[in-house]
């Protein structure tokens, strides 16, 4: 069997489940220090963003052979310009932090290409946005692992 490390790396990279599953398996399942799956997972979710900008770049001029696709992005960026400030920043932020599928890194980059967001301050966002997410869902995977172990009688912590 695969090392439980690499496998909680792996999950991470998996798109809509990211460190929101890899944190819980690495904990729960596989009995893992729970700072060392939190390490793990959050380096993972950070250096993915750089990947998936050069992707959406890269499908962008390929898609600019197709007047529909090129439509429907364009608009889509164009509504974008109008958001100014700070503020989509921090909504980029917490909108990765929330600690549901479909709101990590992967959605919250694909966000900041599709509206065009300054890619420092938007990987500055994402990474502040995974942070707090690594710190919710380690807490819930810790408090909710000692609830169910100790309901069902098992000593895992």
Do not use: C, Q
Not at 8 to 19: A, G, H, R, S
Not at 97 to 120: E, F, N, Q, Y
Request: no cysteine; glycine share 10%.
């Amino acid at each position: 069997m695969m090392d439980p490390h690499i496998l909680v790396f792996l999950i991470t990279l998996l798109p809509w489940l990211e460190l929101r599953a890899s944190i819980p398996i690495g904990i729960l399942i596989f009995g893992l220090n729970p700072f060392v799956v939190f390490t793990i997972a959050l380096v993972a979710n950070m250096i993915f963003y750089f990947p998936i900008i050069i992707g959406l770049d890269r499908g962008y001029s390929y898609l600019m052979k197709y007047p529909f696709a090129k439509d429907i992005i364009d608009r889509i960026r164009g509504k974008g310009e109008g958001i100014r400030g700070k503020n989509k920043y921090i909504a980029l932020m917490l909108f990765v932090a929330v600690p549901l599928p479909v709101t990590g890194a992967w959605t919250g980059t694909g966000i900041a290409w599709l509206l065009h967001m300054d890619r420092k301050k938007a990987f500055i966002a994402i990474a502040g946005g995974v942070s707090i997410a690594a710190v919710l869902v380690t807490a819930i995977s810790l408090i909710a692992g000692e609830v169910i172990f100790n309901w069902l009688g098992i000593s895992k912590f």
